[in-house]
């Protein structure tokens, strides 16, 4: 999609370039990253609230870089525009205003997504057609559903700082999905946190292995217990 950059948009209308902030070599690392490890690494006060996959597979995982929206609740018409916007492996997050009442998207755009290689979708807002979500291969996290169609009308913007579910996207950030939930790596913060994220997995392996094992370490919270003050 072309976009005129020299004539002014009109109020509540804004169309943004695309932004690289992530470059795909550190995408393709994030990609065996479970999203709580990020959580945890993070502070675990990041990430969606309220969100349910609707894309019918546990093991399907998430990650690329965000393209956000700022939709009127119900107006789909800037979600068209992201979508013929969007490159592959770019996940679509959508600022809906969490409305339940009239779905952001459906089984229509979802034949297009996938036609171009779209990563998936994060709606804070409802969906539509989930028997056509639920065939896999697409990730798509939303906040409800419902058979009521969207408008098309706007107005909405395009590649703006938004919110969504709780989490601050800006465009270009990391959104890692799973099983668990959806969260967003902010672009500036990617690199430094791979490692820490690597390390989070060693540890947890450890102390995978001693459970197994039956061998676990009660030093891991008798160290805790004494910190606290208690007599251990």
Not at 162 to 176: E, T
């Amino acid at each position: 999609m072309t976009l005129d950059s020299t004539s002014p948009w009109p109020p509540g209308y804004a169309v943004r370039p695309r932004v690289q902030a992530i470059d795909a070599e550190l995408v393709a690392a994030f990609r065996s990253v479970p999203a709580a490890h990020a959580s945890d690494c993070l502070g675990r006060s990041v990430g969606a609230l309220g969100l349910a996959a609707y894309h019918g597979d546990l093991k399907l995982t998430l990650c690329g870089p965000a393209i956000t929206v700022r939709v009127r609740p119900g107006d789909n018409l800037m979600i068209h525009v992201a979508l013929q916007m969007a490159q592959p492996g770019d996940v679509i997050v959508i600022d809906g205003a969490g409305d339940p009442t009239q779905a952001l998207i459906g089984g229509l755009m979802r034949t297009t997504a996938v036609a171009r290689g779209i990563a998936g979708f994060v709606v804070d807002g409802a969906i539509r057609d989930l028997v056509e979500w639920a065939e896999g291969g697409l990730a798509a996290y939303a906040r409800s559903h419902t058979h009521r169609g969207p408008s098309k009308d706007g107005p909405g913007e395009v590649n703006v700082p938004i919110a969504c579910a709780g989490m601050s996207v800006a465009p270009g950030d990391l959104i890692l999905g799973d099983a668990d939930g959806v969260l967003c790596v902010p672009a500036a913060q990617a690199v430094a946190l791979l490692p820490l994220v690597r390390a989070h997995a060693a540890r947890e392996d450890k102390i995978r292995a001693g459970n197994q094992a039956g061998t676990p370490d009660p030093e891991r919270f008798n160290a805790l217990l004494r910190q606290k003050g208690c007599p251990v």
